[in-house]
């Protein structure tokens, strides 16, 4: 595989993983996926995701606003 096409692949495996509710097995492919290639842009979006964790919910915490 070129880089480009594991990150291509690791995103399929990721979207199919999700569709058939296999959250823990999307995260290690997401985590096999930021070993080979950490600066991915599309990795912060996956772990977004998988996480449930967004910046706007982690702002709000820090201030206190309460969203």
Not at 16 to 24: M, R, T, V, Y
Not at 28 to 57: H, I, S
């Amino acid at each position: 595989f070129h880089i480009m096409e594991f990150s291509s692949y690791c995103n399929a495996q990721i979207e199919l993983l999700i569709a058939k509710k296999e959250k823990d097995k999307a995260i290690a492919w997401l985590q096999t996926w930021e070993k080979l290639d950490p600066d991915n842009r599309e990795l912060l979006r996956w772990k977004f995701r998988l996480t449930g964790e967004n910046v706007l919910n982690k702002l709000s915490k820090m201030s206190g606003w309460g969203l």
